[in-house]
């Protein structure tokens, strides 16, 4: 007889009760994968006693994983216009019309995504006080991407609210980099510190985690109830 | 995503239905630059049955908020789902972005508006 393999929320469980890391794999990340992830997220921010910020932090993973997949239609698309994704004029001319072709050719970009063995990984790990997330893809980021995402850590240090920021730095926030700003800020108002997010390309991939920490949102809770008593 | 667009008086009321994302959130300022020439004096955007708004959904109201201010035209957002409204709460966009309840709230307030303007004006000209 042969061993059954375990169903995902088995694999779930025994990931939480046993602080393993549970990884899920895509190429696509379409609606239904997003409500999928919705609901692992759940089961282990429940685990951790944080059940309550599910979809702020949701709003999160979704904005980690959709820039991973767009990272990976880029470089996809990219590869077949035969453009160095790396030059500058090249990658100039690249994005001109990478959103726009790639809306249009929806099918055969995310077809193209699996072919090419494009993905983004999800891995959830319960921590003692919290739960970590991390997004990876096998797009390693070019130097100016790292820069940028710098760079809006950086804004997101020096303005308190996104409003602020967008008001007097509106060119460098439209486009790419609005979404990690809108999360660096939800993660700031959600108590959490600087530290919750991290980004980093290793072996051939782009880590973004997520480390989130229950007791910090707690105590900045206790901290604004005390500084409004 | 889809986009439907009505007209009430000089307002222009556009219905956004499903999930607003990096793919057609470019879509929602196309709509409103075709419409701009138009004799409209107000754009209401209409969330009520928007499931899901990524950061470039949010980046494009934001864009269009900048765009029609600048364009000297009245913008509102009304019947913002809750889910949408716990990103803008999170974000602190509750307060710069022109809220409202509902449509009605926000073409009464548009009319008052007018007819404060319009009372202004004529007492300028007395």
Redesign the interface.
């Known amino acids: 007889m042969t061993a059954r393999k375990p169903g995902l929320w088995e694999s779930v469980y025994y990931a939480i009760v046993h602080s393993r890391t549970l990884t899920l794999t895509t190429s696509t990340y379409l ?1 239904a994968e997003r409500a999928h992830i919705d609901r692992i997220l759940g089961a282990f921010l429940e685990a951790a006693g944080m059940e309550q910020l599910r ?2 932090l949701a ?1 999160c993973v ?2 980690l994983a ?1 820039n991973a997949k ?1 990272a990976n239609m880029k470089r996809l698309y990219f590869r077949e216009k035969n453009l160095d994704i790396l030059s500058r004029d090249d990658y100039a001319l690249g994005m001109e019309r990478f ?1 726009t072709e ?2 249009e050719q ?1 099918s055969h970009y995310l077809a193209g995504l699996k072919q090419n063995g494009l993905y983004v990984k999800f891995q959830f790990r319960k921590l003692k006080k919290g739960v970590r997330v991390s997004v990876r893809n096998n797009s390693v980021p070019a130097p100016a991407e790292i820069r940028r995402i710098e760079e809006k850590i950086g804004i997101v240090r020096q303005y ?4 602020d920021a ?2 007097r730095t ?1 060119d460098g ?3 790419a980099g ?2 990690i ?3 660096l ?2 993660l700031k ?2 108590g959490f510190g600087p530290d919750a997010f991290s980004f980093r390309a290793a072996d051939n991939e782009s880590v973004a985690t997520l480390t989130l920490v229950a007791r910090r949102a707690a105590e900045t809770e206790e901290e604004e109830r005390t500084a409004t008593a | 995503m889809d986009i439907k667009v009505r007209f009430f008086k000089e307002s222009c009321i556009v219905d956004v239905a499903g999930e607003i994302d990096l793919y057609n959130a470019f879509r929602l300022e196309d709509t409103v630059s075709s419409i701009m020439e138009k004799k409209i004096c107000a754009f209401i955007f209409n969330l009520k049955r928007v499931t899901y708004i990524d950061s470039s959904g949010i980046g494009a109201l934001l864009a269009l908020n900048s765009m029609l201010v600048k364009n000297a035209l009245a913008f509102r957002i009304v019947s913002v789902p809750p889910s949408v409204m716990k990103v803008m709460e999170l974000t602190r966009l509750v307060g710069f972005l022109p809220l409202e309840r509902t449509e009605l709230e926000a073409l009464d307030g548009l009319e008052r508006r007018k007819g404060k303007t319009a009372r202004s004006d004529s007492q300028r000209t007395a």
Request: glycine share 10%.
């Open positions: 609606p979809n702020n709003y979704h904005e959709g767009k959103k790639t809306t929806i308190t609210c996104l409003a967008y008001s509106q926030l439209e486009g609005l979404g700003v809108m999360m800020f939800m108002n959600l």
